[in-house]
Protein backbone atom coordinates (compact mmCIF):
# COMPACT_ATOMS: atom_id res chain seq x y z
CA UNK A 1 0.00 0.00 0.00
CA UNK A 2 2.04 3.04 -1.06
CA UNK A 3 0.91 7.21 -1.32
CA UNK A 4 -0.83 10.05 0.24
CA UNK A 5 -2.83 8.77 3.15
CA UNK A 6 -6.19 11.66 3.18
CA UNK A 7 -7.40 11.42 6.38
CA UNK A 8 -11.33 10.56 6.03
CA UNK A 9 -10.84 8.90 2.73
CA UNK A 10 -7.92 6.24 3.80
CA UNK A 11 -8.82 6.17 7.41
CA UNK A 12 -12.65 5.53 7.26
CA UNK A 13 -13.00 3.92 3.66
CA UNK A 14 -10.09 2.67 1.65
CA UNK A 15 -8.17 0.64 4.35
CA UNK A 16 -12.05 -0.66 5.81
CA UNK A 17 -12.88 -1.93 2.01
CA UNK A 18 -9.52 -3.61 1.74
CA UNK A 19 -10.02 -5.45 5.04
CA UNK A 20 -13.91 -6.11 3.82
CA UNK A 21 -13.20 -6.98 -0.05
CA UNK A 22 -10.05 -8.12 -0.15
CA UNK A 23 -8.18 -9.18 3.03
CA UNK A 24 -11.12 -11.54 4.12
CA UNK A 25 -12.15 -13.28 0.80
CA UNK A 26 -8.65 -14.45 0.32
CA UNK A 27 -7.95 -15.76 3.53
CA UNK A 28 -7.46 -13.49 6.24
CA UNK A 29 -4.69 -14.23 8.34
CA UNK A 30 -2.90 -15.21 4.99
CA UNK A 31 -3.11 -11.85 3.49
CA UNK A 32 0.28 -9.92 4.78
CA UNK A 33 0.11 -6.05 4.64
CA UNK A 34 3.16 -3.70 3.47
CA UNK A 35 2.85 -0.23 4.01
CA UNK A 36 5.13 2.95 2.46
CA UNK A 37 3.24 6.10 3.70
CA UNK A 38 3.95 9.79 2.47
CA UNK A 39 2.88 12.24 5.32
CA UNK A 40 1.84 16.16 4.67
CA UNK A 41 4.39 17.89 7.52
CA UNK A 42 1.86 20.93 6.79
CA UNK A 43 -1.36 18.82 7.67
CA UNK A 44 -0.23 15.47 9.73
CA UNK A 45 2.84 14.09 11.66
CA UNK A 46 4.65 11.19 11.11
CA UNK A 47 3.61 9.79 14.88
CA UNK A 48 -0.13 11.10 14.07
CA UNK A 49 -0.35 8.58 10.51
CA UNK A 50 1.68 5.73 12.19
CA UNK A 51 -1.08 5.85 14.90
CA UNK A 52 -3.80 5.44 12.50
CA UNK A 53 -2.21 2.68 10.71
CA UNK A 54 -1.71 0.91 13.42
CA UNK A 55 -5.49 1.20 14.74
CA UNK A 56 -6.78 0.37 11.35
CA UNK A 57 -4.45 -2.40 9.81
CA UNK A 58 -5.00 -5.96 11.94
CA UNK A 59 -1.89 -6.50 13.65
CA UNK A 60 -1.85 -10.13 12.06
CA UNK A 61 -1.60 -8.44 8.62
CA UNK A 62 0.73 -5.70 9.11
CA UNK A 63 4.22 -6.39 8.34
CA UNK A 64 6.08 -2.91 8.01
CA UNK A 65 5.08 0.54 8.12
CA UNK A 66 7.62 3.02 6.19
CA UNK A 67 6.70 7.21 6.37
CA UNK A 68 8.74 9.40 4.24
CA UNK A 69 7.74 12.89 3.84
CA UNK A 70 5.82 13.57 0.94
CA UNK A 71 6.67 16.11 -1.76
CA UNK A 72 5.09 18.24 -3.98
CA UNK A 73 5.69 20.09 -7.53
CA UNK A 74 7.04 18.04 -10.68
CA UNK A 75 10.38 16.36 -11.46
CA UNK A 76 10.80 17.99 -14.76
CA UNK A 77 14.72 18.15 -15.93
CA UNK A 78 16.99 17.12 -18.56
CA UNK A 79 18.68 14.49 -17.98
CA UNK A 80 21.85 16.17 -20.04
CA UNK A 81 22.97 19.37 -21.46
CA UNK A 82 21.22 17.82 -24.88
CA UNK A 83 17.56 18.94 -25.67
CA UNK A 84 17.20 15.53 -26.52
CA UNK A 85 18.14 13.53 -24.14
CA UNK A 86 15.55 13.87 -21.43
CA UNK A 87 14.16 11.88 -18.01
CA UNK A 88 10.24 10.77 -17.53
CA UNK A 89 8.31 13.90 -16.11
CA UNK A 90 6.36 12.66 -13.41
CA UNK A 91 4.99 14.12 -10.04
CA UNK A 92 7.21 13.66 -7.59
CA UNK A 93 4.39 12.45 -5.36
CA UNK A 94 3.91 9.86 -8.59
CA UNK A 95 7.87 9.37 -8.54
CA UNK A 96 7.97 8.50 -5.05
CA UNK A 97 5.48 6.10 -5.02
CA UNK A 98 7.13 3.94 -7.44
CA UNK A 99 10.10 4.55 -5.17
CA UNK A 100 8.08 2.90 -2.61
CA UNK A 101 7.30 0.05 -4.54
CA UNK A 102 10.60 -1.04 -4.69
CA UNK A 103 11.56 -0.32 -0.98
CA UNK A 104 8.74 -2.09 0.33
CA UNK A 105 9.51 -4.77 -2.29
CA UNK A 106 12.99 -5.34 -0.21
CA UNK A 107 10.87 -5.62 3.09
CA UNK A 108 8.51 -8.76 1.27
CA UNK A 109 11.74 -10.26 0.28
CA UNK A 110 13.10 -9.96 3.92
CA UNK A 111 9.57 -11.57 4.90
CA UNK A 112 10.04 -14.71 2.39
CA UNK A 113 13.62 -15.13 4.13
CA UNK A 114 11.72 -14.60 7.52
CA UNK A 115 8.80 -17.02 7.31
CA UNK A 116 10.87 -19.71 5.02
CA UNK A 117 8.15 -19.61 2.18
CA UNK A 118 7.84 -17.11 -0.68
CA UNK A 119 4.17 -15.37 -1.56
CA UNK A 120 1.95 -16.26 -4.74
CA UNK A 121 1.05 -12.93 -5.28
CA UNK A 122 2.26 -9.63 -4.77
CA UNK A 123 -0.42 -6.15 -5.35
CA UNK A 124 0.26 -2.63 -5.96
CA UNK A 125 -2.33 -0.75 -4.52
CA UNK A 126 -2.68 3.07 -2.77
CA UNK A 127 -4.18 4.20 -0.15
CA UNK A 128 -6.70 6.56 -1.65
CA UNK A 129 -8.61 3.81 -3.57
CA UNK A 130 -11.48 1.72 -2.15
CA UNK A 131 -13.46 -1.48 -3.57
CA UNK A 132 -17.04 -1.93 -4.03
CA UNK A 133 -16.96 -5.93 -4.20
CA UNK A 134 -15.66 -8.95 -2.18
CA UNK A 135 -12.64 -10.41 -4.72
CA UNK A 136 -13.17 -14.15 -5.66
CA UNK A 137 -11.07 -16.71 -3.72
CA UNK A 138 -7.06 -17.33 -3.74
CA UNK A 139 -8.05 -19.75 -6.22
CA UNK A 140 -9.73 -17.82 -8.86
CA UNK A 141 -6.75 -15.91 -8.62
CA UNK A 142 -4.54 -18.53 -9.23
CA UNK A 143 -6.39 -18.87 -12.85
CA UNK A 144 -6.53 -15.39 -13.91
CA UNK A 145 -3.68 -14.54 -12.56
CA UNK A 146 -1.35 -17.45 -13.25
CA UNK A 147 2.51 -17.72 -12.50
CA UNK A 148 4.62 -15.59 -14.99
CA UNK A 149 1.66 -13.21 -15.69
CA UNK A 150 0.65 -9.63 -14.18
CA UNK A 151 -2.91 -8.07 -14.52
CA UNK A 152 -3.70 -4.07 -14.28
CA UNK A 153 -6.65 -2.64 -15.11
CA UNK A 154 -6.95 -2.77 -18.50
CA UNK A 155 -3.97 -3.67 -19.57
CA UNK A 156 -4.63 -6.89 -21.89
CA UNK A 157 -4.94 -4.16 -24.29
CA UNK A 158 -0.93 -4.23 -24.35
CA UNK A 159 -0.61 -0.61 -26.40
CA UNK A 160 -3.31 1.05 -24.29
CA UNK A 161 -1.96 3.04 -20.81
CA UNK A 162 -0.76 0.29 -18.46
CA UNK A 163 -2.45 2.58 -15.71
CA UNK A 164 -0.33 2.85 -12.28
CA UNK A 165 -2.59 2.58 -9.87
CA UNK A 166 -3.28 -0.59 -9.04
CA UNK A 167 -1.27 -3.88 -10.06
CA UNK A 168 -1.45 -7.54 -9.35
CA UNK A 169 1.89 -9.68 -10.11
CA UNK A 170 2.60 -13.06 -9.81
CA UNK A 171 5.38 -13.60 -7.60
CA UNK A 172 7.56 -14.91 -10.78
CA UNK A 173 7.16 -11.77 -11.55
CA UNK A 174 7.13 -8.88 -8.75
CA UNK A 175 10.35 -8.59 -8.75
CA UNK A 176 10.86 -6.74 -12.05
CA UNK A 177 7.38 -4.62 -12.01
CA UNK A 178 8.03 -3.13 -8.15
CA UNK A 179 11.81 -3.11 -7.94
CA UNK A 180 13.18 -2.90 -11.50
CA UNK A 181 10.86 -0.95 -13.12
CA UNK A 182 11.56 1.90 -10.45
CA UNK A 183 14.86 2.18 -12.29
CA UNK A 184 12.96 3.23 -15.54
CA UNK A 185 12.87 6.80 -14.00
CA UNK A 186 16.63 7.39 -12.96
CA UNK A 187 17.65 7.07 -16.58
CA UNK A 188 17.76 9.36 -19.18
CA UNK A 189 15.54 8.40 -22.50
CA UNK A 190 14.74 9.64 -26.06
CA UNK A 191 11.79 10.68 -26.32
CA UNK A 192 11.20 8.88 -29.60
CA UNK A 193 12.21 5.74 -28.72
CA UNK A 194 9.08 5.32 -26.26
CA UNK A 195 7.23 7.04 -28.90
CA UNK A 196 8.40 3.80 -31.47
CA UNK A 197 8.12 1.25 -29.15
CA UNK A 198 4.22 2.30 -28.95
CA UNK A 199 3.39 1.90 -31.81
CA UNK A 200 3.07 6.21 -31.85
CA UNK A 201 4.70 6.16 -35.15
CA UNK A 202 2.04 4.58 -37.37
CA UNK A 203 -0.46 6.65 -38.50
CA UNK A 204 -3.34 4.39 -36.81
CA UNK A 205 -1.83 4.92 -33.65
CA UNK A 206 -0.43 8.61 -33.82
CA UNK A 207 -3.75 10.23 -32.39
CA UNK A 208 -4.14 8.45 -29.45
CA UNK A 209 -0.58 8.37 -28.67
CA UNK A 210 0.39 11.49 -28.82
CA UNK A 211 -0.80 12.64 -25.30
CA UNK A 212 0.64 9.70 -23.63
CA UNK A 213 3.74 10.35 -24.98
CA UNK A 214 4.70 13.33 -24.73
CA UNK A 215 2.28 14.88 -22.27
CA UNK A 216 2.69 18.40 -22.03
CA UNK A 217 3.52 20.44 -18.93
CA UNK A 218 4.20 23.66 -17.85
CA UNK A 219 7.45 23.27 -15.99
CA UNK A 220 8.61 21.57 -18.70
CA UNK A 221 12.09 23.21 -19.58
CA UNK A 222 12.18 21.25 -23.29
CA UNK A 223 10.46 21.21 -26.48
CA UNK A 224 9.39 17.78 -25.86
CA UNK A 225 7.22 17.63 -23.05
CA UNK A 226 7.44 15.04 -20.24
CA UNK A 227 7.04 11.58 -20.97
CA UNK A 228 3.90 10.36 -18.51
CA UNK A 229 4.29 7.54 -16.13
CA UNK A 230 1.69 5.07 -17.52
CA UNK A 231 3.55 5.13 -20.94
CA UNK A 232 7.06 4.41 -19.31
CA UNK A 233 5.28 1.25 -17.32
CA UNK A 234 4.24 0.51 -20.93
CA UNK A 235 7.82 0.93 -22.63
CA UNK A 236 9.58 -1.02 -19.47
CA UNK A 237 6.96 -4.02 -20.28
CA UNK A 238 7.74 -3.91 -24.09
CA UNK A 239 11.25 -4.20 -23.37
CA UNK A 240 10.79 -6.70 -20.33
CA UNK A 241 8.68 -8.72 -22.22
CA UNK A 242 8.74 -8.78 -25.92
CA UNK A 243 6.83 -10.76 -28.22
CA UNK A 244 5.55 -12.91 -25.06
CA UNK A 245 3.87 -9.60 -23.42
CA UNK A 246 0.10 -10.62 -25.01
CA UNK A 247 0.69 -14.20 -23.10
CA UNK A 248 1.91 -11.98 -19.89
CA UNK A 249 -0.16 -9.40 -19.76
CA UNK A 250 -4.26 -9.70 -18.15
CA UNK A 251 -6.74 -7.23 -16.76
CA UNK A 252 -7.26 -7.35 -13.53
CA UNK A 253 -10.87 -6.26 -13.97
CA UNK A 254 -12.10 -9.51 -14.23
CA UNK A 255 -11.01 -10.60 -10.98
CA UNK A 256 -11.51 -7.12 -8.51
CA UNK A 257 -14.61 -6.00 -10.70
CA UNK A 258 -15.26 -1.80 -10.84
CA UNK A 259 -13.81 0.37 -8.00
CA UNK A 260 -13.22 3.50 -6.88
CA UNK A 261 -9.82 5.79 -7.20
CA UNK A 262 -10.26 8.97 -5.50
CA UNK A 263 -6.93 10.99 -6.53
CA UNK A 264 -5.92 14.29 -7.53
CA UNK A 265 -7.30 15.05 -10.77
CA UNK A 266 -10.93 12.56 -10.18
CA UNK A 267 -12.93 12.46 -6.86
CA UNK A 268 -14.52 8.89 -8.15
CA UNK A 269 -12.98 7.18 -11.23
CA UNK A 270 -13.57 4.01 -12.00
CA UNK A 271 -10.56 2.26 -14.44
CA UNK A 272 -12.20 -0.14 -15.28
CA UNK A 273 -14.59 1.23 -17.06
CA UNK A 274 -12.18 4.13 -17.73
CA UNK A 275 -14.68 6.72 -16.63
CA UNK A 276 -15.61 9.31 -14.02
CA UNK A 277 -18.43 7.91 -11.86
CA UNK A 278 -21.46 10.16 -12.21
CA UNK A 279 -22.72 11.88 -9.28
CA UNK A 280 -26.36 11.50 -10.34
CA UNK A 281 -26.52 8.12 -10.63
CA UNK A 282 -24.03 7.74 -7.81
CA UNK A 283 -25.20 5.48 -4.54
CA UNK A 284 -23.81 3.95 -1.46
CA UNK A 285 -19.93 4.21 -1.27
CA UNK A 286 -19.39 6.17 -4.37
CA UNK A 287 -22.31 9.12 -3.49
CA UNK A 288 -20.04 8.80 0.52
CA UNK A 289 -17.15 9.98 -1.17
CA UNK A 290 -18.98 12.57 -3.90
CA UNK A 291 -20.27 14.04 -0.69
CA UNK A 292 -17.60 14.26 1.08
CA UNK A 293 -15.44 16.01 -0.94
CA UNK A 294 -18.68 18.41 -2.15
CA UNK A 295 -18.65 19.57 1.22
CA UNK A 296 -15.06 19.67 2.78
CA UNK A 297 -12.51 19.49 0.08
CA UNK A 298 -13.28 21.41 -3.07
CA UNK A 299 -11.62 24.28 -4.44
CA UNK A 300 -13.45 25.72 -7.15
CA UNK A 301 -14.92 22.31 -7.95
CA UNK A 302 -11.52 21.91 -9.87
CA UNK A 303 -9.86 18.99 -7.56
CA UNK A 304 -9.99 17.70 -4.05
CA UNK A 305 -7.87 20.51 -2.08
CA UNK A 306 -8.39 18.70 1.73
CA UNK A 307 -7.07 21.31 4.76
CA UNK A 308 -8.56 18.83 7.14
CA UNK A 309 -6.11 17.15 9.85
CA UNK A 310 -6.01 13.67 9.88
CA UNK A 311 -7.79 13.79 13.27
CA UNK A 312 -10.92 16.22 12.84
CA UNK A 313 -12.25 17.02 16.30
Known amino acids: LVGQFKAWLTAEMAIPSILKHIVRPLGGPNVDIFIHAEAMSTLVSKEELRSMIERTVPAENLRAIVIRQAQAGALAIPAAA ?6 PGVFNAALLQFYGNRELFGLVTGEERRIGSRYSHVFRMRPDSVWLQDWPSWDRLQTLVPPGSIAGPGWQDVWGPQFDTFWVASREMAWNVFFTMASVFDLP ?20 CRDLVFRSHPEAPWKWGTICGESMISYFLHGLLGKEIENTLRDSCEYTGSWVHSGAHQRAYDYCKRSA ?10 KSILDYYDSHCMDGGKRPQCTEKLFPV
Do not use: N
Open 277 to 286: FVASDATGVV
Open 189 to 208: IHPDEVYAVLGCDSEKRKPS
Open 82 to 87: QDWVVK
